[in-house]
Protein backbone atom coordinates (compact mmCIF):
# COMPACT_ATOMS: atom_id res chain seq x y z
CA UNK A 1 0.00 0.00 0.00
CA UNK A 2 0.85 3.31 -0.80
CA UNK A 3 4.54 2.56 -2.11
CA UNK A 4 7.08 -0.10 -2.09
CA UNK A 5 8.03 -2.04 0.84
CA UNK A 6 12.15 -2.10 -0.41
CA UNK A 7 14.78 -0.03 0.11
CA UNK A 8 16.47 1.46 -3.32
CA UNK A 9 19.93 -0.04 -1.63
CA UNK A 10 18.08 -3.25 -1.52
CA UNK A 11 16.77 -3.25 -5.41
CA UNK A 12 20.07 -1.78 -6.39
CA UNK A 13 21.52 -5.14 -5.12
CA UNK A 14 18.75 -7.03 -6.77
CA UNK A 15 19.50 -5.19 -10.16
CA UNK A 16 23.26 -6.08 -10.14
CA UNK A 17 22.40 -9.73 -8.71
CA UNK A 18 20.07 -10.28 -12.04
CA UNK A 19 22.70 -8.58 -14.26
CA UNK A 20 25.38 -11.51 -12.52
CA UNK A 21 22.72 -14.10 -13.16
CA UNK A 22 23.51 -15.58 -16.41
CA UNK A 23 19.56 -15.34 -16.48
CA UNK A 24 18.51 -12.42 -19.89
CA UNK A 25 17.16 -9.54 -17.24
CA UNK A 26 13.49 -7.93 -19.00
CA UNK A 27 12.71 -4.75 -18.42
CA UNK A 28 9.57 -3.48 -20.07
CA UNK A 29 9.43 0.50 -20.04
CA UNK A 30 7.06 1.54 -17.22
CA UNK A 31 5.47 4.84 -18.48
CA UNK A 32 3.21 5.71 -15.31
CA UNK A 33 3.80 4.43 -11.64
CA UNK A 34 0.84 2.24 -12.02
CA UNK A 35 1.77 0.38 -15.34
CA UNK A 36 5.13 -0.48 -13.15
CA UNK A 37 2.90 -2.37 -10.88
CA UNK A 38 1.43 -4.57 -13.86
CA UNK A 39 4.90 -5.33 -14.51
CA UNK A 40 5.43 -6.27 -11.78
CA UNK A 41 2.24 -8.36 -11.35
CA UNK A 42 2.93 -9.81 -14.20
CA UNK A 43 6.68 -11.37 -13.15
CA UNK A 44 9.06 -9.01 -14.72
CA UNK A 45 12.35 -8.34 -13.80
CA UNK A 46 12.90 -4.89 -13.81
CA UNK A 47 11.43 -1.55 -15.36
CA UNK A 48 12.98 0.72 -17.54
CA UNK A 49 12.19 4.81 -17.48
CA UNK A 50 12.64 5.92 -20.79
CA UNK A 51 13.45 9.27 -21.81
CA UNK A 52 11.54 9.45 -24.90
CA UNK A 53 8.61 8.32 -22.98
CA UNK A 54 9.17 10.90 -20.66
CA UNK A 55 8.96 13.29 -22.89
CA UNK A 56 6.41 12.35 -25.32
CA UNK A 57 4.11 12.21 -21.84
CA UNK A 58 4.81 16.22 -22.15
CA UNK A 59 4.06 16.24 -25.86
CA UNK A 60 7.80 16.90 -26.26
CA UNK A 61 10.15 15.02 -29.16
CA UNK A 62 13.13 13.31 -27.96
CA UNK A 63 15.76 15.98 -28.55
CA UNK A 64 17.05 16.74 -24.86
CA UNK A 65 14.12 19.24 -24.06
CA UNK A 66 13.02 18.00 -20.78
CA UNK A 67 15.03 18.86 -17.18
CA UNK A 68 17.03 16.86 -15.04
CA UNK A 69 14.00 17.90 -12.24
CA UNK A 70 11.40 16.19 -14.65
CA UNK A 71 13.15 13.44 -15.11
CA UNK A 72 14.00 12.88 -11.19
CA UNK A 73 10.29 13.24 -10.03
CA UNK A 74 8.80 11.09 -12.63
CA UNK A 75 11.47 8.61 -12.20
CA UNK A 76 10.60 8.75 -7.97
CA UNK A 77 7.14 8.40 -9.11
CA UNK A 78 7.59 5.32 -10.55
CA UNK A 79 10.37 3.62 -8.72
CA UNK A 80 8.55 3.79 -5.59
CA UNK A 81 5.27 1.92 -6.72
CA UNK A 82 7.26 -1.34 -6.85
CA UNK A 83 9.88 -3.55 -5.46
CA UNK A 84 11.63 -3.93 -9.05
CA UNK A 85 14.62 -2.01 -9.89
CA UNK A 86 14.47 0.52 -12.16
CA UNK A 87 17.28 1.79 -14.51
CA UNK A 88 16.30 4.97 -15.99
CA UNK A 89 17.41 6.73 -18.77
CA UNK A 90 19.81 10.38 -17.80
CA UNK A 91 20.18 11.07 -21.18
CA UNK A 92 23.63 13.28 -21.80
CA UNK A 93 23.46 13.94 -17.78
CA UNK A 94 22.06 17.73 -17.99
CA UNK A 95 25.72 19.18 -19.06
CA UNK A 96 28.72 18.48 -18.31
CA UNK A 97 30.72 16.24 -15.55
CA UNK A 98 29.84 18.91 -12.65
CA UNK A 99 26.25 18.55 -13.86
CA UNK A 100 26.27 14.82 -14.66
CA UNK A 101 27.80 14.86 -10.60
CA UNK A 102 24.59 16.53 -9.72
CA UNK A 103 22.14 13.77 -12.08
CA UNK A 104 23.95 11.23 -9.91
CA UNK A 105 22.79 12.48 -6.64
CA UNK A 106 19.13 13.56 -7.73
CA UNK A 107 18.71 10.00 -9.43
CA UNK A 108 20.15 7.86 -6.29
CA UNK A 109 17.58 10.16 -4.35
CA UNK A 110 14.74 9.25 -6.33
CA UNK A 111 15.24 5.27 -5.85
CA UNK A 112 16.01 4.58 -8.81
CA UNK A 113 18.33 1.33 -9.07
CA UNK A 114 20.65 2.27 -11.98
CA UNK A 115 20.94 5.02 -14.83
CA UNK A 116 22.67 5.32 -18.40
CA UNK A 117 24.85 8.14 -19.56
CA UNK A 118 24.93 8.27 -23.63
CA UNK A 119 27.66 9.99 -25.81
CA UNK A 120 25.40 12.17 -28.04
CA UNK A 121 26.00 16.16 -28.32
CA UNK A 122 23.38 18.43 -26.82
CA UNK A 123 21.10 18.88 -27.72
CA UNK A 124 20.76 14.59 -28.44
CA UNK A 125 17.98 12.43 -30.16
CA UNK A 126 16.58 9.08 -30.36
CA UNK A 127 19.00 6.89 -31.11
CA UNK A 128 17.40 5.11 -33.64
CA UNK A 129 17.19 8.44 -36.17
CA UNK A 130 19.49 9.25 -38.53
CA UNK A 131 21.78 12.66 -38.56
CA UNK A 132 23.25 11.55 -34.71
CA UNK A 133 26.22 13.23 -33.85
CA UNK A 134 28.37 11.97 -30.70
CA UNK A 135 30.71 13.70 -28.63
CA UNK A 136 34.69 12.90 -28.43
CA UNK A 137 36.23 9.91 -26.80
CA UNK A 138 37.99 12.42 -23.91
CA UNK A 139 34.10 13.68 -23.38
CA UNK A 140 32.30 10.35 -23.36
CA UNK A 141 34.85 9.31 -20.68
CA UNK A 142 35.01 12.03 -18.33
CA UNK A 143 30.85 12.09 -18.31
CA UNK A 144 31.08 8.34 -17.21
CA UNK A 145 34.16 8.78 -14.66
CA UNK A 146 31.56 11.70 -13.26
CA UNK A 147 29.40 9.46 -12.49
CA UNK A 148 30.95 6.71 -11.07
CA UNK A 149 33.06 9.74 -8.56
CA UNK A 150 29.74 10.81 -7.36
CA UNK A 151 27.12 7.64 -6.61
CA UNK A 152 26.94 7.58 -3.04
CA UNK A 153 25.55 4.15 -3.07
CA UNK A 154 28.30 1.67 -4.48
CA UNK A 155 25.55 -0.79 -5.70
CA UNK A 156 23.93 2.37 -7.94
CA UNK A 157 24.45 0.35 -11.17
CA UNK A 158 26.45 3.50 -13.77
CA UNK A 159 25.63 2.20 -17.14
CA UNK A 160 26.96 3.74 -20.47
CA UNK A 161 25.08 4.20 -23.93
CA UNK A 162 26.94 4.43 -26.61
CA UNK A 163 25.75 5.77 -29.83
CA UNK A 164 29.07 5.57 -32.53
CA UNK A 165 27.80 2.43 -34.09
CA UNK A 166 25.47 4.55 -35.99
CA UNK A 167 28.00 7.41 -37.12
CA UNK A 168 31.12 5.74 -36.97
CA UNK A 169 30.56 2.03 -37.25
CA UNK A 170 31.34 -1.24 -35.60
CA UNK A 171 34.69 -1.38 -35.17
CA UNK A 172 34.61 2.47 -33.55
CA UNK A 173 31.76 1.05 -31.24
CA UNK A 174 33.82 -1.91 -29.44
CA UNK A 175 36.60 0.71 -29.10
CA UNK A 176 34.68 3.20 -27.55
CA UNK A 177 32.99 0.22 -25.43
CA UNK A 178 36.19 -1.00 -23.82
CA UNK A 179 37.27 2.81 -23.24
CA UNK A 180 33.79 3.32 -20.94
CA UNK A 181 34.32 -0.10 -19.36
CA UNK A 182 37.99 1.03 -18.53
CA UNK A 183 36.45 4.70 -17.42
CA UNK A 184 34.26 2.72 -14.72
CA UNK A 185 31.00 1.61 -16.28
CA UNK A 186 29.30 -1.20 -14.47
CA UNK A 187 27.54 -2.25 -17.57
CA UNK A 188 27.18 -1.39 -21.33
CA UNK A 189 24.66 -0.09 -23.89
CA UNK A 190 25.36 -0.62 -27.27
CA UNK A 191 22.48 1.63 -28.85
CA UNK A 192 21.25 0.83 -32.46
CA UNK A 193 23.00 -2.90 -32.88
CA UNK A 194 21.75 -3.77 -36.92
CA UNK A 195 22.26 -8.08 -35.89
CA UNK A 196 22.32 -10.49 -33.34
CA UNK A 197 26.41 -11.09 -34.38
CA UNK A 198 27.03 -7.16 -33.59
CA UNK A 199 25.53 -7.84 -30.00
CA UNK A 200 27.93 -11.31 -30.06
CA UNK A 201 30.82 -9.29 -31.18
CA UNK A 202 29.90 -6.35 -28.04
CA UNK A 203 29.26 -9.40 -25.68
CA UNK A 204 33.04 -10.74 -26.46
CA UNK A 205 34.67 -7.51 -26.27
CA UNK A 206 33.83 -6.31 -22.53
CA UNK A 207 33.56 -8.09 -19.95
CA UNK A 208 30.66 -6.15 -17.91
CA UNK A 209 27.23 -7.00 -18.20
CA UNK A 210 25.36 -5.33 -21.96
CA UNK A 211 22.22 -4.04 -22.76
CA UNK A 212 19.60 -4.73 -26.14
CA UNK A 213 17.21 -2.34 -26.99
CA UNK A 214 14.10 -4.18 -28.18
CA UNK A 215 12.55 -0.65 -29.62
CA UNK A 216 9.96 -0.93 -32.31
CA UNK A 217 10.42 0.82 -35.32
CA UNK A 218 14.16 1.25 -34.85
CA UNK A 219 17.43 0.32 -36.35
CA UNK A 220 17.58 -3.44 -35.04
CA UNK A 221 15.24 -6.22 -35.75
CA UNK A 222 13.14 -7.22 -32.91
CA UNK A 223 14.75 -10.54 -32.20
CA UNK A 224 13.64 -12.88 -29.35
CA UNK A 225 14.41 -13.36 -25.67
CA UNK A 226 16.06 -16.18 -26.56
CA UNK A 227 18.32 -15.26 -29.12
CA UNK A 228 19.42 -12.18 -27.45
CA UNK A 229 20.08 -14.63 -24.17
CA UNK A 230 21.69 -16.92 -26.66
CA UNK A 231 24.42 -14.29 -27.73
CA UNK A 232 24.95 -13.50 -24.37
CA UNK A 233 22.85 -10.06 -23.69
CA UNK A 234 22.19 -9.74 -20.09
CA UNK A 235 19.03 -7.15 -20.21
CA UNK A 236 16.77 -6.36 -22.60
CA UNK A 237 14.59 -3.16 -22.64
CA UNK A 238 10.88 -2.35 -24.30
CA UNK A 239 11.07 1.07 -23.59
CA UNK A 240 8.23 2.80 -25.35
CA UNK A 241 6.04 -0.41 -26.25
CA UNK A 242 3.42 0.20 -23.78
CA UNK A 243 2.96 4.07 -24.37
CA UNK A 244 2.82 2.39 -28.23
CA UNK A 245 0.07 -0.17 -27.37
CA UNK A 246 -1.76 1.59 -25.01
CA UNK A 247 -2.03 5.24 -27.39
CA UNK A 248 -2.98 2.91 -30.27
CA UNK A 249 -5.84 1.40 -28.38
CA UNK A 250 -7.06 5.19 -27.35
CA UNK A 251 -6.59 6.84 -30.48
CA UNK A 252 -8.74 3.20 -31.88
CA UNK A 253 -10.89 3.84 -29.21
CA UNK A 254 -11.62 7.79 -29.69
CA UNK A 255 -12.39 6.85 -33.71
CA UNK A 256 -14.69 4.38 -32.09
CA UNK A 257 -16.52 6.92 -30.42
CA UNK A 258 -16.63 9.31 -32.86
CA UNK A 259 -17.95 7.25 -35.41
CA UNK A 260 -20.65 5.81 -33.60
CA UNK A 261 -21.11 7.98 -30.30
CA UNK A 262 -20.46 4.95 -28.05
CA UNK A 263 -17.87 3.30 -26.51
CA UNK A 264 -20.11 0.11 -25.88
CA UNK A 265 -17.85 -1.99 -28.68
CA UNK A 266 -14.81 -1.15 -26.91
CA UNK A 267 -15.77 -2.17 -23.23
CA UNK A 268 -14.63 -5.89 -23.30
CA UNK A 269 -11.20 -5.05 -24.49
CA UNK A 270 -11.08 -2.39 -21.37
CA UNK A 271 -9.15 -2.95 -17.62
CA UNK A 272 -12.28 -3.78 -15.38
CA UNK A 273 -12.75 -1.60 -12.40
CA UNK A 274 -11.73 -4.85 -10.57
CA UNK A 275 -8.77 -5.52 -12.13
CA UNK A 276 -8.03 -1.74 -12.06
CA UNK A 277 -8.83 -1.98 -8.25
CA UNK A 278 -6.67 -5.03 -7.89
CA UNK A 279 -3.63 -3.31 -9.12
CA UNK A 280 -4.24 -0.20 -6.99
CA UNK A 281 -4.31 -2.63 -3.51
CA UNK A 282 -7.58 -1.04 -3.16
CA UNK A 283 -8.54 -3.70 -0.12
CA UNK A 284 -5.30 -2.80 1.41
CA UNK A 285 -6.32 0.71 1.51
CA UNK A 286 -10.03 0.42 2.77
CA UNK A 287 -8.69 -1.79 5.48
CA UNK A 288 -6.17 0.33 6.63
CA UNK A 289 -8.95 3.40 6.73
CA UNK A 290 -11.03 0.57 9.07
CA UNK A 291 -8.50 0.18 10.94
CA UNK A 292 -7.83 3.53 11.87
CA UNK A 293 -11.24 4.86 12.65
CA UNK A 294 -12.02 1.82 14.45
CA UNK A 295 -8.88 2.53 16.44
CA UNK A 296 -10.14 2.64 20.46
CA UNK A 297 -6.62 3.41 21.89
CA UNK A 298 -6.03 0.62 24.30
Known amino acids: MLSTSTTPSQRR ?8 S ?35 E ?11 SEVAHRAHQISRMSDLPTLV ?32 V ?24 AAVDARRDPDLVIMARTDIRGVEGMDAAIDRAKALEAAGAD ?3 PEAMGTLAEFEQMRKAVSVP ?16 QQLADVGVNLVIHPVSLLRIAFGAIERALDT ?42
Do not use: W
Open 122 to 145: NPKRCGHLDGKAVVDLDTAVKRIR
Open 187 to 189: AIF
Open 13 to 20: QAFRAGLA
Open 58 to 68: LGLPDIGLTTL
Open 210 to 225: ILANMTEFGKSELFTH
Open 22 to 56: GRLQVFPGAFTPLSIRLIEDKGFDGAYISGAVMAA
Open 257 to 298: LQSTGTLDGEVAGMQTRGRLYELLDYEAYNAFDAGIYTYNGR
Open 89 to 120: DADTGFGEPMNVARTVHELEDAGVAGLHLEDQ
